[in-house]
């Protein structure tokens, strides 16, 4: 047992430390960019104050979301390394995470080197890593989820108010966390499951356990009903909503996390699905108790998907795949996974056979993902932009009478639909105290190219 213990914990460091190298890779050409200004703009511009925290955050109340930007921001600034050494940390939290839950769960080592390998390789992190603005709502809020279903899935005598604790914290983030009881609940039954392999046992644990989950969940959405924001977004038609859910079923998290939707072989979307829904099927042959485990995954994905899907698809009908959506759905069905590799007690060939395939899945989306910008933002000249930007105040370091022209940011950097946040003040602001005015007391000039320069007497105004 003790051996077993070491080497889970030895195995455990191994994946995060790959973990991190990934990460890495993946993430070092990205940059703070559009919505990451903005964020920072918002805080800047209110400082921390209930308003703020409470403020619309497209659609959502999310004080966490705020409480971080602000926390960030007033720490470190406009720092990209910041921001990604979060990220990273977070993820890699996750993972660890994940690891204690299927072990508290049961799962033999071997499967849990499997289930990690798919896990930190998995395209949809590479989205969110590499965006902060989607990295706070998304890999926070995991992060909170996973903790809420470790301390849920062990034996602390306080693990129930531990669980609702994380679980709150995870719906400081989005609303999507509304969708998480159910998988949360999943754990507690096959954990009580494994004691003591009864239905009703296992429903009453699942009961006692859920309802403070379910309360703060209702206490949640009652509010969010009577003082959130309301988008006035057009919903979109049942057909077009049933076919955003199926791509976020069986592209975002399903086929991508395997390679074989983007970023892999590019089989048709049904093809994966059906190859879970058998695999899912086998393990529940070996233990009716994965039936908990696997419908959890699936209500959660289906459920996440048509909130997302009635509030967007009418706008973005085709951004069902979208792999930042995929990210819980994706993590839910590697715990599955994980659990149900173990479930098939495997001998020596079919778990050497079960390693070699979750290797080649990591390597095959790696050598498709690499160190690609999966953003469909200019992070380039994002990039440079910010680079030119720094090197010039560094340069105007100690000059004084420095007086830079108000203007509007070009739209690469800061989009119109941002309106007064393009302004040069509100840019620079996050960088430097550097005074802005108009023409007529203005010394230099912000250019396009992200530099500042003197204003050259007689210059036409740009």
Known sequence: MLQTLR??????????????????????????????FLNFAIFDESGLTIGYLLKDVFGQVAPGYRLVQGIVFRLFGPSFIATATIIAALSITSSALLAGIARRLGASNPAIAAGLLIFIGLPQFTQTQQWWAAAVHTIFSLTAILAAGYCLAGSHRHRIALGTFWFGVALCFTAKVVCSPVVLAAIVFYRQWRLVPEFTPALRETVRAIVPVAVLTALYMAGLAAFGPHLGNPHPSA??????????????????????????????????????????????????????????????????????????????????????????????????????????????????????????????IQAHVRNRVLIGYPIAETRSYIRHLKESLRQLEGQRDVVVLEGTVPESIVPAWMGRFGDVSRLLHLYSPLPVADRTKATHELMPDGSIRPIVTGQAPR
């Open 239 to 364: 057909w077009v909503l049933v076919t955003y859910v199926w791509a976020n079923l069986a592209k975002a998290s399903i086929g991508s996390s395997f390679g074989l939707y983007t970023w892999g072989f590019d089989l048709p979307p049904w093809v994966p699905a059906i190859g879970m829904l058998l695999f899912a099927a086998w393990s529940i042959g070996k233990d009716r108790g994965m039936t908990a485990i696997w419908g959890a995954a699936l209500i959660y994905v289906l459920a996440s998907a048509a909130i997302i899907g009635w509030n967007r698809a009418g706008v973005f009908p085709d951004g069902g795949a979208t792999m930042r959506y995929g990210v819980e759905g994706a993590t839910f069905f590697v715990l599955s996974l994980t659990l149900g590799i173990s479930s098939l007690q495997l001998a020596r060939a079919g778990t050497f056979v079960t390693l070699l395939i979750a290797a080649l899945a990591l390597i095959n």
């Open 7 to 36: 080497n889970y914990r030895r195995l455990v460091i191994a994946m995060l430390a790959l973990q991190a190298v990934v990460i890495y890779v993946r993430v070092h050409k990205s940059s703070l960019f559009s919505d990451d």
